[in-house]
């Protein structure tokens, strides 16, 4: 569902990407250490290892595109539904938003002008709207699977058509091309129905196995005393799947791409020849090392670049809780 720059006018764009912002800052505010004498600033050293190594595993995870039968088209999971799970939902809008940034700048992987977008559509739409409004209420803080499986599948699919009509809206009202409103969506929401059916069963059996064997890990049972041994075991997995299962990835369109292949008369869209547009593409040519994830080991790399930044932000927490 990553929108290219192709598809998102300036407008659109700065509108997206003022909300995105306003939002990732309202959510490092209340991860914020809180004041007085009961404030507890290492806890927030705690989470953020665990923001880490689940944010390499998701995107690991997202990697894996698997296809959607009788269709032509695939899908990967988005891990909004997972990380607010197990982070809370305004730690999840950072962790994911932090995995779409590295996917847009080091493969190209999404348009740069259209980041704002893809954090909105994918990070706010699943961790801030369909975690709290479908997830919670069915999940509860009930322990049984039959509930969490259920509470992932729901959410997982409302996520996934929040963000199928966002997208279509974002396209629609960017003005810069022939795709119809009715006749995208009527393509969008069917084939995000189905991915989000697909992401619905991995997150639920996922959530299951923490709830089975690791249910501290769980966002309101947390136990602050996390041992360094399941952090390096999600690490590990998330080494492991970005190494290996990625290999055996679908290699047929995503689900935007195969709806705007049967919306559009030519689904070659190229990017407007505005400044906005060339700058954007300038600055993400610069940056993306490894476009298109054109090597085997570009699963190998995301992950430890979000396992670096994960150990760089707590070392710079327990410098700053030394100095106060």
């Known amino acids: ?148 499986f259920a509470a992932s599948l729901a959410a997982s699919v409302a996520g996934l058509e929040l963000g199928a009509l966002a ?13 119809p409103f009715g006749r995208f969506l009527l393509f969008m929401l069917p084939i995000h129905l189905a991915i989000g059916i697909g992401e619905g069963i991995a997150t639920g059996t996922v959530l299951c196995a923490v709830q089975r064997y690791r249910p501290e890990l769980l966002a309101g049972r947390r136990n602050e005393k996390q041992t360094g041994k399941t952090l390096a075991a999600i690490a590990l997995a998330a080494l492991v799947v970005g190494g290996s299962f990625s290999w055996i990835a679908s290699s047929r369109p995503d689900g935007l791409e195969w709806s705007i292949e049967r919306t559009a008369a030519d689904p070659e869209i190229e990017a407007q020849p505005d400044g906005a547009h060339r700058t954007a593409a300038a600055l993400q040519q610069r940056t993306a090392a490894l476009p298109d994830y054109d090597t085997s080991a570009a699963g190998l790399v995301g992950c430890g670049v979000i396992l670096l930044a994960a150990w760089g932000g707590t070392r710079l927490l327990r410098t700053r809780r030394r100095q106060a």
């Open 167 to 179: 997208v279509t809206a974002e396209t629609v009202a960017s003005g810069i091309t022939a795709l």
């Open 1 to 148: 569902m990553h929108m290219s720059d192709a598809l998102v006018s300036p407008t659109a764009a700065a509108v997206a990407g003022t909300a995105s912002l306003l939002l990732l800052g309202t959510a490092l505010r209340k991860l914020r250490p809180a004041s007085g004498m009961h404030a507890a600033p290492e806890a927030n050293e705690r989470i953020v290892p665990l923001m880490g190594v689940t944010g390499a595993f998701v995107f690991a995870a997202q990697m894996i595109n698997f296809a959607v039968p009788g269709t032509g088209s695939s899908g990967h999971i988005v891990g909004g539904i997972l990380l607010s799970a197990i982070l809370g939902p305004w730690a999840a809008l950072l962790t994911l938003s932090s995995v779409l940034v590295l996917q847009c700048l080091l493969f190209a992987d999404g348009g740069l002008l259209a980041l704002g977008c893809n954090i909105f559509n994918m990070a706010v739409l699943s961790c801030l709207a369909a975690y709290p409004l479908v997830y919670r209420p069915i999940a509860g803080r009930s322990t049984s699977p039959g509930r969490i």
